[in-house]
Protein backbone atom coordinates (compact mmCIF):
# COMPACT_ATOMS: atom_id res chain seq x y z
CA UNK A 1 0.00 0.00 0.00
CA UNK A 2 2.43 2.79 1.11
CA UNK A 3 4.88 1.66 -2.10
CA UNK A 4 2.20 2.38 -4.11
CA UNK A 5 1.80 6.06 -2.29
CA UNK A 6 5.25 6.63 -3.09
CA UNK A 7 5.28 6.00 -6.25
CA UNK A 8 1.98 7.64 -7.19
CA UNK A 9 3.80 10.97 -5.26
CA UNK A 10 7.04 10.53 -7.67
CA UNK A 11 5.11 9.84 -10.84
CA UNK A 12 3.41 12.88 -9.66
CA UNK A 13 6.53 15.56 -9.18
CA UNK A 14 8.00 13.67 -11.98
CA UNK A 15 5.46 15.26 -14.60
CA UNK A 16 5.45 18.60 -12.67
CA UNK A 17 9.24 18.73 -13.45
CA UNK A 18 8.79 18.10 -16.92
CA UNK A 19 5.85 20.44 -16.92
CA UNK A 20 7.98 23.27 -15.42
CA UNK A 21 10.68 22.36 -17.87
CA UNK A 22 8.36 22.84 -20.72
CA UNK A 23 7.24 26.19 -19.38
CA UNK A 24 10.29 27.50 -18.68
CA UNK A 25 11.47 26.31 -22.40
CA UNK A 26 8.41 28.51 -23.58
CA UNK A 27 9.46 31.63 -21.84
CA UNK A 28 13.13 31.47 -22.58
CA UNK A 29 11.25 31.67 -26.26
CA UNK A 30 8.95 34.23 -25.85
CA UNK A 31 11.89 36.58 -24.48
CA UNK A 32 13.83 36.36 -27.26
CA UNK A 33 11.58 36.77 -29.37
CA UNK A 34 9.80 39.90 -28.29
CA UNK A 35 13.41 41.18 -27.93
CA UNK A 36 14.49 40.43 -31.40
CA UNK A 37 11.19 41.99 -32.28
CA UNK A 38 11.74 45.26 -30.51
CA UNK A 39 15.37 45.31 -32.15
CA UNK A 40 13.42 45.33 -35.23
CA UNK A 41 10.91 47.99 -34.16
CA UNK A 42 14.02 50.23 -33.31
CA UNK A 43 15.77 50.38 -36.21
CA UNK A 44 12.94 50.79 -38.40
CA UNK A 45 12.48 54.01 -36.27
CA UNK A 46 15.75 55.36 -37.22
CA UNK A 47 15.25 54.93 -40.52
CA UNK A 48 12.20 56.71 -40.29
CA UNK A 49 14.28 59.34 -38.51
CA UNK A 50 16.49 59.43 -41.87
CA UNK A 51 19.75 59.76 -39.77
CA UNK A 52 22.83 59.98 -40.84
CA UNK A 53 24.47 56.95 -42.73
CA UNK A 54 27.61 55.27 -41.06
CA UNK A 55 29.20 52.84 -42.35
CA UNK A 56 30.47 51.15 -39.64
CA UNK A 57 27.34 50.48 -37.36
CA UNK A 58 25.37 48.91 -40.67
CA UNK A 59 28.36 46.59 -40.68
CA UNK A 60 28.12 45.91 -37.25
CA UNK A 61 24.21 45.78 -36.68
CA UNK A 62 23.70 42.17 -35.86
CA UNK A 63 26.54 42.90 -33.11
CA UNK A 64 25.31 46.07 -31.73
CA UNK A 65 22.09 43.81 -31.24
CA UNK A 66 23.53 40.96 -29.46
CA UNK A 67 25.07 43.79 -27.17
CA UNK A 68 21.33 45.27 -26.24
CA UNK A 69 20.34 41.66 -25.37
CA UNK A 70 23.29 41.61 -23.26
CA UNK A 71 22.63 45.15 -21.52
CA UNK A 72 19.33 43.97 -21.00
CA UNK A 73 20.25 41.05 -19.21
CA UNK A 74 22.87 42.65 -16.90
CA UNK A 75 21.86 42.57 -13.38
CA UNK A 76 24.15 43.66 -10.12
CA UNK A 77 25.30 39.68 -9.38
CA UNK A 78 23.78 38.10 -6.42
CA UNK A 79 21.76 40.68 -5.22
CA UNK A 80 18.76 39.06 -6.14
CA UNK A 81 18.89 35.21 -5.38
CA UNK A 82 17.63 32.59 -7.59
CA UNK A 83 15.48 29.76 -6.40
CA UNK A 84 14.99 26.68 -6.20
CA UNK A 85 12.79 24.54 -8.74
CA UNK A 86 9.63 23.65 -8.14
CA UNK A 87 9.98 20.22 -7.64
CA UNK A 88 12.18 20.88 -4.30
CA UNK A 89 9.59 23.48 -3.14
CA UNK A 90 7.16 20.77 -2.99
CA UNK A 91 9.46 17.77 -1.27
CA UNK A 92 10.28 21.05 1.21
CA UNK A 93 6.58 21.63 1.74
CA UNK A 94 6.08 17.92 2.59
CA UNK A 95 9.60 17.00 4.37
CA UNK A 96 11.54 18.90 7.43
CA UNK A 97 14.93 18.13 5.21
CA UNK A 98 15.74 18.42 1.48
CA UNK A 99 18.73 16.94 -0.46
CA UNK A 100 19.50 19.87 -3.18
CA UNK A 101 19.78 18.68 -6.56
CA UNK A 102 22.02 19.87 -9.56
CA UNK A 103 19.06 22.52 -11.03
CA UNK A 104 18.64 24.02 -7.76
CA UNK A 105 22.27 24.86 -6.89
CA UNK A 106 23.01 25.77 -10.64
CA UNK A 107 21.83 28.78 -11.04
CA UNK A 108 23.14 29.89 -7.65
CA UNK A 109 26.65 29.15 -8.99
CA UNK A 110 26.25 30.86 -11.90
CA UNK A 111 25.39 34.38 -10.39
CA UNK A 112 28.66 33.43 -8.39
CA UNK A 113 30.59 32.94 -11.47
CA UNK A 114 29.61 36.05 -12.77
CA UNK A 115 30.24 37.81 -9.12
CA UNK A 116 33.37 36.46 -8.79
CA UNK A 117 34.62 38.14 -12.20
CA UNK A 118 33.09 41.29 -11.69
CA UNK A 119 34.82 41.50 -8.01
CA UNK A 120 38.49 41.05 -10.02
CA UNK A 121 38.61 37.22 -9.14
CA UNK A 122 41.08 35.40 -10.98
CA UNK A 123 38.96 33.60 -13.79
CA UNK A 124 40.90 30.06 -13.00
CA UNK A 125 40.20 30.72 -9.33
CA UNK A 126 36.59 31.47 -9.87
CA UNK A 127 36.42 27.87 -11.89
CA UNK A 128 37.73 25.89 -9.41
CA UNK A 129 35.68 27.75 -6.65
CA UNK A 130 32.34 27.35 -8.60
CA UNK A 131 33.05 23.50 -9.18
CA UNK A 132 34.30 22.56 -5.30
CA UNK A 133 30.83 24.43 -4.18
CA UNK A 134 28.90 22.72 -6.70
CA UNK A 135 30.65 18.98 -5.72
CA UNK A 136 29.87 20.14 -2.19
CA UNK A 137 26.12 21.39 -2.46
CA UNK A 138 24.90 18.90 -4.71
CA UNK A 139 23.27 15.98 -2.63
CA UNK A 140 23.42 18.22 0.36
CA UNK A 141 20.31 18.06 3.10
CA UNK A 142 19.04 21.52 4.09
CA UNK A 143 16.06 22.41 6.30
CA UNK A 144 13.63 22.69 4.02
CA UNK A 145 11.93 25.46 5.67
CA UNK A 146 14.27 28.24 3.96
CA UNK A 147 15.92 26.29 1.06
CA UNK A 148 17.14 29.54 -1.00
CA UNK A 149 18.83 31.40 2.33
CA UNK A 150 20.82 27.79 3.09
CA UNK A 151 22.09 27.61 0.21
CA UNK A 152 23.57 31.27 0.17
CA UNK A 153 24.62 30.75 3.42
CA UNK A 154 26.59 27.71 2.22
CA UNK A 155 28.34 29.49 -0.20
CA UNK A 156 29.10 32.84 1.98
CA UNK A 157 30.64 29.94 4.39
CA UNK A 158 32.67 28.59 1.74
CA UNK A 159 33.92 32.02 0.91
CA UNK A 160 34.82 32.99 4.53
CA UNK A 161 36.77 29.77 5.04
CA UNK A 162 39.21 30.28 1.60
CA UNK A 163 39.23 34.48 2.98
CA UNK A 164 40.47 33.61 6.52
CA UNK A 165 43.04 30.83 6.24
CA UNK A 166 46.06 32.83 6.21
CA UNK A 167 45.88 34.60 9.46
CA UNK A 168 48.66 37.73 8.59
CA UNK A 169 51.23 39.18 10.74
CA UNK A 170 50.36 42.30 13.12
CA UNK A 171 52.60 45.20 12.56
CA UNK A 172 51.72 46.99 15.46
CA UNK A 173 51.97 44.08 17.90
CA UNK A 174 55.33 42.66 16.05
CA UNK A 175 56.91 46.86 16.47
CA UNK A 176 55.74 47.33 19.99
CA UNK A 177 57.36 44.12 20.77
CA UNK A 178 60.44 45.14 19.42
CA UNK A 179 60.54 47.91 20.62
CA UNK A 180 60.23 46.48 24.10
CA UNK A 181 62.79 44.50 23.82
CA UNK A 182 65.02 47.63 22.90
CA UNK A 183 68.30 47.17 20.63
CA UNK A 184 67.97 46.93 16.98
CA UNK A 185 64.63 48.79 15.40
CA UNK A 186 62.06 47.24 12.80
CA UNK A 187 62.90 46.81 9.62
CA UNK A 188 60.03 46.49 6.86
CA UNK A 189 60.61 46.33 3.29
CA UNK A 190 57.95 47.71 0.93
CA UNK A 191 58.12 46.16 -2.92
CA UNK A 192 55.89 46.04 -5.85
CA UNK A 193 55.26 46.66 -9.17
CA UNK A 194 54.95 50.17 -10.26
CA UNK A 195 52.24 52.47 -9.98
CA UNK A 196 50.99 49.95 -6.97
CA UNK A 197 50.85 53.05 -4.46
CA UNK A 198 54.17 51.92 -2.37
CA UNK A 199 55.44 55.48 -1.01
CA UNK A 200 51.87 56.81 -0.09
CA UNK A 201 51.22 53.37 1.08
CA UNK A 202 54.92 53.41 3.38
CA UNK A 203 53.48 57.39 4.78
CA UNK A 204 49.66 55.55 6.17
CA UNK A 205 51.90 53.09 7.99
CA UNK A 206 54.35 55.64 9.09
CA UNK A 207 51.26 57.39 9.99
CA UNK A 208 49.82 54.33 11.99
CA UNK A 209 53.32 53.59 13.56
CA UNK A 210 53.25 56.87 15.10
CA UNK A 211 49.78 57.14 16.46
CA UNK A 212 50.50 53.83 18.59
CA UNK A 213 53.77 55.26 19.91
CA UNK A 214 56.27 54.07 17.76
CA UNK A 215 59.21 56.50 16.00
CA UNK A 216 60.42 55.30 12.44
CA UNK A 217 62.37 56.72 9.88
CA UNK A 218 61.77 56.22 6.25
CA UNK A 219 64.40 54.97 3.80
CA UNK A 220 64.10 56.72 0.30
CA UNK A 221 65.64 53.63 -1.59
CA UNK A 222 63.66 54.14 -4.86
CA UNK A 223 67.02 55.81 -6.72
CA UNK A 224 64.97 54.72 -10.04
CA UNK A 225 61.75 56.92 -10.47
CA UNK A 226 61.84 60.42 -10.81
CA UNK A 227 60.54 62.09 -8.09
CA UNK A 228 60.23 59.18 -5.92
CA UNK A 229 63.10 60.65 -3.51
CA UNK A 230 60.94 64.03 -3.07
CA UNK A 231 57.59 62.31 -2.50
CA UNK A 232 59.15 60.17 0.31
CA UNK A 233 60.29 63.57 1.61
CA UNK A 234 57.60 65.25 1.41
CA UNK A 235 55.60 62.60 3.16
CA UNK A 236 58.37 62.16 6.21
CA UNK A 237 57.86 66.52 6.46
CA UNK A 238 54.20 66.34 6.47
CA UNK A 239 53.95 63.36 9.25
CA UNK A 240 57.39 64.81 11.49
CA UNK A 241 59.47 61.59 10.63
CA UNK A 242 62.50 61.40 9.49
CA UNK A 243 63.65 60.37 6.23
CA UNK A 244 67.02 59.21 4.55
CA UNK A 245 67.68 59.41 1.38
CA UNK A 246 70.61 59.70 -1.68
CA UNK A 247 70.66 60.88 -5.29
CA UNK A 248 69.34 59.27 -8.11
CA UNK A 249 71.17 55.78 -9.53
CA UNK A 250 72.93 55.26 -5.93
CA UNK A 251 72.59 51.87 -4.29
CA UNK A 252 68.99 51.48 -2.83
CA UNK A 253 70.63 48.82 -0.64
CA UNK A 254 73.35 51.48 0.73
CA UNK A 255 70.61 53.89 1.70
CA UNK A 256 68.39 51.60 3.15
CA UNK A 257 71.80 50.03 5.24
CA UNK A 258 71.97 53.61 5.84
CA UNK A 259 68.55 54.43 6.80
CA UNK A 260 69.18 51.40 9.44
CA UNK A 261 72.13 52.80 10.87
CA UNK A 262 70.18 55.82 11.55
CA UNK A 263 67.87 54.24 13.83
CA UNK A 264 70.17 52.69 15.66
CA UNK A 265 72.42 56.05 16.93
CA UNK A 266 68.62 58.28 17.32
CA UNK A 267 67.08 55.12 19.21
CA UNK A 268 64.06 55.27 16.49
CA UNK A 269 61.79 51.84 16.50
CA UNK A 270 60.84 51.04 13.02
CA UNK A 271 62.81 51.69 9.62
CA UNK A 272 60.72 51.56 6.18
CA UNK A 273 62.62 50.54 3.46
CA UNK A 274 60.51 52.31 -0.29
CA UNK A 275 61.72 50.30 -2.95
CA UNK A 276 61.92 51.38 -6.63
CA UNK A 277 58.76 49.79 -8.57
CA UNK A 278 59.49 47.25 -10.91
CA UNK A 279 57.20 44.72 -12.86
CA UNK A 280 57.99 40.55 -11.82
CA UNK A 281 59.31 40.02 -15.61
CA UNK A 282 62.26 42.21 -14.69
CA UNK A 283 65.31 40.30 -14.12
CA UNK A 284 68.01 42.89 -13.18
CA UNK A 285 65.25 44.24 -10.82
CA UNK A 286 64.17 41.41 -9.01
CA UNK A 287 67.92 40.75 -8.41
CA UNK A 288 68.73 44.32 -7.00
CA UNK A 289 65.58 43.39 -4.74
CA UNK A 290 67.44 40.51 -3.40
CA UNK A 291 70.19 42.39 -2.64
CA UNK A 292 68.42 44.43 -0.69
CA UNK A 293 67.53 41.60 1.11
CA UNK A 294 70.47 40.26 1.89
CA UNK A 295 72.14 43.08 3.04
CA UNK A 296 69.92 44.67 5.36
CA UNK A 297 67.43 41.83 6.63
CA UNK A 298 64.45 43.03 7.32
CA UNK A 299 62.22 41.51 9.48
CA UNK A 300 59.05 42.03 7.47
CA UNK A 301 58.42 42.22 3.73
CA UNK A 302 54.79 43.57 2.57
CA UNK A 303 54.01 43.40 -1.24
CA UNK A 304 52.23 46.80 -2.18
CA UNK A 305 49.28 45.69 -5.16
CA UNK A 306 46.31 47.69 -6.21
CA UNK A 307 43.18 46.20 -5.72
CA UNK A 308 42.32 46.84 -9.45
CA UNK A 309 44.89 45.30 -10.92
CA UNK A 310 42.46 41.93 -11.90
CA UNK A 311 44.64 38.79 -12.81
CA UNK A 312 47.76 40.62 -13.13
CA UNK A 313 47.78 40.61 -9.47
CA UNK A 314 48.00 36.58 -8.68
CA UNK A 315 50.27 36.44 -11.01
CA UNK A 316 52.36 39.72 -9.23
CA UNK A 317 52.26 37.89 -5.87
CA UNK A 318 53.91 34.51 -6.87
CA UNK A 319 56.75 36.19 -8.93
CA UNK A 320 57.93 38.43 -6.25
CA UNK A 321 56.76 35.64 -3.19
CA UNK A 322 59.46 33.55 -5.58
CA UNK A 323 62.12 36.02 -5.14
CA UNK A 324 61.36 37.16 -1.37
CA UNK A 325 59.93 35.14 0.94
CA UNK A 326 56.41 37.63 1.17
CA UNK A 327 55.03 38.32 4.60
CA UNK A 328 51.88 39.70 3.54
CA UNK A 329 49.79 41.75 0.60
CA UNK A 330 48.65 45.48 1.54
CA UNK A 331 46.19 46.26 -1.69
CA UNK A 332 45.94 49.66 -2.59
CA UNK A 333 42.72 51.89 -4.48
CA UNK A 334 39.91 49.95 -3.28
CA UNK A 335 38.06 53.52 -3.13
CA UNK A 336 38.47 53.26 -7.09
CA UNK A 337 35.94 51.20 -7.87
CA UNK A 338 37.29 47.39 -6.37
CA UNK A 339 35.70 45.04 -4.96
CA UNK A 340 39.11 43.27 -2.94
CA UNK A 341 38.03 39.81 -4.94
CA UNK A 342 41.67 39.60 -5.80
CA UNK A 343 42.39 38.46 -2.64
CA UNK A 344 40.12 35.56 -3.15
CA UNK A 345 43.15 34.84 -5.47
CA UNK A 346 45.51 35.50 -3.38
CA UNK A 347 44.29 33.34 -0.40
CA UNK A 348 43.00 29.98 -2.75
CA UNK A 349 46.78 29.77 -4.03
CA UNK A 350 49.50 31.04 -1.91
CA UNK A 351 50.20 31.22 1.29
CA UNK A 352 50.93 35.20 1.75
CA UNK A 353 47.99 36.79 3.77
CA UNK A 354 46.20 40.12 3.09
CA UNK A 355 47.02 42.83 6.05
CA UNK A 356 45.48 46.09 4.85
CA UNK A 357 43.17 47.78 2.69
CA UNK A 358 44.02 50.87 0.75
CA UNK A 359 41.19 53.13 0.77
CA UNK A 360 42.56 56.73 -0.22
CA UNK A 361 44.97 59.25 -0.53
CA UNK A 362 44.60 60.44 3.39
CA UNK A 363 47.19 58.77 5.74
CA UNK A 364 43.97 57.76 7.60
CA UNK A 365 42.80 55.90 5.15
CA UNK A 366 44.67 52.57 5.43
CA UNK A 367 41.59 49.68 7.38
CA UNK A 368 43.03 45.86 8.56
CA UNK A 369 42.09 43.36 6.15
CA UNK A 370 38.17 42.03 6.84
CA UNK A 371 37.10 38.90 4.80
CA UNK A 372 33.91 39.62 6.05
CA UNK A 373 34.10 43.32 3.56
CA UNK A 374 34.95 41.24 0.67
CA UNK A 375 32.43 38.81 1.27
CA UNK A 376 29.73 40.87 1.19
CA UNK A 377 30.58 42.76 -1.78
CA UNK A 378 31.08 39.62 -3.87
CA UNK A 379 27.71 38.24 -2.57
CA UNK A 380 25.46 40.75 -0.30
CA UNK A 381 23.27 39.55 2.67
Do not use: W
Amino acid sequence: MFEGLRKKFSDFVEGLSKKEEKKEKEEVSEETQAEEKKDVVEEKKAEKREEPRDERKEENKEEQRQERKEARKEEKPMEKAPDVTLVTKIKGALLRKVKIGEKDVDPFLEQLRVALLQTDVNYDVAEKIVSNLHQNLVGKELESKELTKGIREEIRNSLMQTLSKNSGVDLLKLAKERKAKGGEPFKILFLGPNGAGKTTTIAKIANMLKGNGIMCVISASDTFRAAAIEQAAIHAKKLSVDVIKGTYGADPASIAFDAIAYARAHKLDAVLIDTAGRQETNKSLIEELKKMVRVNKPDICIFIGEGIAGNALLDQVRQFNEATKLDGVILTKLDVDAKGGNTLSILSETTVPVLYFGIGEGYADLVPYDPKLVVDNIMPN
